[in-house]
């Protein structure tokens, strides 16, 4: 679908690589993988119920798309260790945050601050599920301050210029 629409396409999922298990996102384009992230912030799983088989990554380098330099976090990667993701280029963060809608507003205060001392633009994802747990959005923060949005309960596009 890449090549037929000239379109990258990113998403999360866990990857399993032999017998071990990582939070990972990937990004595709051309119909190659042209980056793929590993988790390194171990909130994603319940240490206490999972053996060595679930590993976090250690690789936060940058990669290229289409000639721009991105760089990607997962979750809670930005708060546990923020030093290691600092850029003058573009941060992508899909995070899972299932906030009722009157948290939000304080909430998109808290993590465009979070976003303002690592990269001054920051595209923060947040999926939406089937069964309203979270409400889903996509925030971009220029600065530390959210500039553009998309609607939450609703499938959508956001478009940045950055």
């Known amino acids: 679908m890449t090549k037929q629409y000239r379109l990258g396409i990113a998403f999360g999922y866990i990857e399993k690589d032999g017998k071990t298990l990582y939070s990972s996102y990937a990004v595709i384009d051309d119909g190659n993988i042209v980056h793929n992230y590993r988790r390194i912030s171990r909130g994603w799983k319940e240490v206490n119920r999972t053996d060595n088989h679930y590993l976090e990554g250690s690789d936060t380098s940058e990669f290229s798309f289409r000639g721009r330099m991105i760089r990607v976090a997962l979750c809670g990667d930005l708060w546990d260790y923020p030093e290691r993701f600092k850029t003058n280029n573009l941060l992508i963060w899909p995070v899972y945050v299932n906030y009722g809608l009157d948290e939000w507003n304080q909430g998109i205060l808290d993590y465009a601050e979070q976003a303002a001392g690592i990269a001054d633009d920051v595209l ?8 309203f747990v979270n409400h889903g959005g996509a925030f971009h923060f220029h600065k530390g301050k959210p500039v553009e949005r998309s609607p939450f309960d609703r499938e959508s596009i956001l478009i940045i210029v950055v």
């Not at 923060?124 to 069964?131: C, F, G, K, L, Y």
């Open 124 to 131: 923060m994802i947040n999926p939406i599920d089937n069964a």
